[in-house]
């Protein structure tokens, strides 16, 4: 039979003083003082304390509990005697007064301090206590920005009219060249894992005009950089009737300033505890050509990355510096990429075909977004296909799209584990991974199996 006592989420409590009440959740620390004991109690929605008093029917039970025993807890809500209080926290203005507690569930001694202030481990112990480690206040406030950057990535989206579509994983062909593929059995065939859902969400975009995805996405990059893992959420976005590169910029800005304004707005709690400031996003993004941030580049730090085909880590780094100390700017767009060094489906400067318009938006020396205009003029798209060496037959599909008539149209695509990581300051993308995957890894670490 269920019980009779509905259950009181924590959060909830400050407007339950000289109620009796129950909650439900885990002990995060439990602390003696003579014959009574403290606790501190949390659940999905926050934290509280709670005292167990000697005369208490719940002291032997009290007694027993230790850190991440699951419990049930009854209780009288009051409030706390005006020297006692703590603004600074939640609920430090009242205490639960611990009537009953009911065992749910034990746990095994920790193997490491798991409070705020002693929590202190090196990333590799935390991945591989990963699933301990998500109790932390610090992981989980992560965690809930992940969750807003990707949430509020749609609701923009869907406020401009964007069609929300799935992409596949399998797919039988490759979007973005190159051997970084993971190649699967495919029943008698052969197949991958997708690298993008670009060419689908370009084939979706010549039914519905404006369509996005959030899509699992797997990269077989031999690199055990900070900044790179095989698994990563894109966040892509495909547009049509566009006029020019232009407008793809300008709409993945106000993306970005949605998204970090959302965070700004529910998430102040969750930067303060992590030390977070947010990038400063200006009501222009300073916009450079690639020749133009290498010239920069150059003359700033001596060395000599003109004509070079792409930026590197170090050049990234340097632009962003460089716009950061001139305009006080976090982010810079650098667009006119040689069309050689790019997909075949960029689109050429029509002036200057060499150089291509997409785009990449960079943050705090890392790249944020990719993108760009793209070839809709099927002729010009087979042109493409025949340089590049593609076989048209893995990617009929797509190519029929554009042979029936597409608009002028470009996109782009986020990383959302790369955003959250640039966002939150942190120094290493699996810090900012759930569950990372990479060439060491998956779940635990497979160093010993080398």
């Not at 996405?217 to 009737?241: K, N, Q, W």
């Not at 400031?277 to 580049?297: C, D, F, G, Y």
């Not at 003109?306 to 716009?323: A, M, P």
Request: negative net charge.
């Amino acid at each position: 039979m269920a019980s009779d006592t509905i259950r009181t989420l924590i959060k909830d409590l400050g407007s339950k003083v000289g109620e009796e009440v129950s909650i439900s959740g885990w002990i995060s620390v439990r602390r003696d003082q003579g014959k009574m004991v403290f606790f501190d109690f949390r659940d999905r929605s926050g934290t509280v304390q709670g005292v167990v008093l000697p005369a208490s029917a719940a002291i032997e039970t009290a007694k027993e509990c230790r850190s991440e025993y699951v419990v049930k807890v009854e209780g009288k809500v009051n409030q706390r005697p005006e020297k006692n209080r703590n603004d600074k926290v939640q609920n430090g203005d009242i205490e639960l007064e611990v009537t009953g507690l009911t065992i749910l569930a034990k746990a095994e001694p920790l193997p490491f301090d798991m409070s705020l202030d002693g929590y202190n481990l090196d990333l590799t112990t935390e991945l591989d206590h990963r699933a301990l480690a998500l109790r932390h206040p610090r992981l989980q406030a992560i965690f809930k920005v992940q969750a807003t950057i990707i949430d509020s990535f749609r609701e923009f989206m869907k406020a401009n009219d964007f069609f929300e579509f799935q992409a596949p994983a399998i797919v039988p062909a490759t979007a973005e060249g190159g051997a970084e593929v993971f190649k699967i059995e495919y029943f008698d065939k052969q197949a991958y894992l997708t690298q993008s859902p670009q060419l689908y969400k370009q084939v979706v975009m010549t039914a519905f005009e404006r369509v996005f995805s959030v899509n699992k996405v797997f990269r077989a990059e031999p690199s055990a950089t900070t900044r790179h893992i095989t698994e990563f959420v894109s966040l892509d976005a495909e547009m049509a009737f566009i006029d020019s590169w232009e407008d793809v910029r300008d709409m993945s800005e106000e993306t970005v300033r949605y998204i970090l304004g959302v965070v700004a707005k529910k998430h102040a709690k969750e930067l303060e505890v992590l030390g977070a400031t947010l990038p400063v996003m200006l009501e222009r993004t300073p916009t450079l050509s690639l020749t133009e941030a290498q010239e920069k580049i150059t003359a700033k730090t001596g060395r000599s990355v003109v004509g070079e085909k792409d930026l590197s880590s170090q050049d990234e780094q340097d632009i962003c510096d460089i716009i950061k100390e001139e305009t006080g700017s976090d982010f810079v767009y650098v667009y006119g990429y040689p069309t050689k060094q790019k997909p075949f489906y960029v689109y050429p400067n029509p002036e200057n075909p060499e150089f291509n318009e997409g785009i990449d938006l960079l943050c705090r020396g890392r790249e944020w977004l990719s993108g760009g205009r793209r070839i809709n003029d099927y002729a010009q798209l087979m042109e493409h296909v025949q340089k590049w060496g593609l076989d048209p037959k893995t990617i009929e599909m797509f190519l029929e799209a554009f042979r029936y008539g597409a608009p002028p149209e470009g996109g782009f695509a986020f990383g959302a584990e790369r955003m959250t990581m640039q966002m939150l300051g942190l120094k290493n993308i699996r810090e900012a991974t759930l569950f990372p995957r990479d060439m060491n890894r998956i779940d635990q670490s497979l160093a010993s199996e080398d």
